[in-house]
């Protein structure tokens, strides 16, 4: 199987989108919604990038596919106006998956045994397990551990709290993957940077409950992760034989 026909789709795709697509048809596209010529032309651009990295023109239906899915999938998203983080990461993981998808296509390999092989794989369930418990669990564990601490915290500073559990699920998650790869050093690394960027702000801050929230939110944010990565490698090495 070409393997390498994802990676050259995937290079159109960069291309069309972020390199080939003025700002002006963006904004006409959010404007005007499937009234706009520029999105038309956008998937005309997207087809054509995507029929030459193809290299073969028997597969203009791998083109014309991806081509129709940019013009729908960036029409909805400009009549429901979704353009914010979700939004993003949605629409370029669909253009993904329709790319994977003409693929297995192509290799005759889209069908219900391989779906269900796919699906059926412990591995996928362990790693998505651990990662929800990473997103969804952690953050209201540690809510719950730090609360007291949390009432001194002044109101105005409640926005960069919002902002701290995204920057905590990342680390999580960081944290989560270096400790599945064996990778022990980087979450040194991981630490002591967090560290640095943190230090002038506990150092300037004159509120001690600010700065025990926050090491204390650190310190457990990372054990948590580093527990969890630790346990999901041993159920992980006994059910794989290793990791």
Not at 34 to 46: E, G, I, K, S
Not at 57 to 73: E, K, M, N, S, V
Request: charged share 15%; with cysteine; glycine share 6%.
């Amino acid at each position: 199987m070409d393997y390498t026909l994802i990676a050259r789709l995937l290079v159109a795709h960069v291309l069309g989108d972020y390199v080939l697509q003025p700002d002006a048809w963006v904004a006409q596209r959010n404007q005007k919604q499937f009234r706009a010529p520029y999105l038309y032309l956008h998937a005309l651009v997207q087809t054509t990038l995507a029929l030459l990295f193809c290299f073969s023109f028997q597969d203009w239906w791998i083109a014309l596919t991806i081509g129709l899915g940019h013009l729908i999938l960036d029409g909805l998203k400009a009549l429901f106006k979704q353009n914010n983080l979700a939004g993003f990461v949605i629409d370029q993981l669909l253009h993904v998956l329709i790319i994977i998808g003409c693929w297995l296509v192509l290799n005759n390999s889209l069908n219900y045994s391989s779906l269900k092989s796919i699906f059926s794989t412990p591995l996928l369930w362990w790693l998505l397990s651990g990662i929800l418990l990473i997103a969804f669990l952690h953050p209201k564990l540690i809510a719950l551990a730090i609360k007291s601490w949390r009432l001194d915290i002044p109101k105005e500073r409640e926005p960069l709290y919002r902002a701290g559990r995204w920057i905590g699920i990342m680390e999580r998650l960081l944290v989560f993957v270096f400790v599945l790869l064996g990778q022990y050093a980087a979450i040194g690394f991981l630490l002591a940077a967090k560290s640095i960027f943190r230090f002038g702000d506990l150092r300037e801050s004159k509120d001690k409950g600010h700065t025990e929230y926050v090491l204390i939110g650190t310190l457990l944010s990372f054990s948590l992760a580093i527990f969890t990565g630790i346990l999901f490698r041993l159920i992980l090495g006994y059910s794989f034989n290793g990791i």
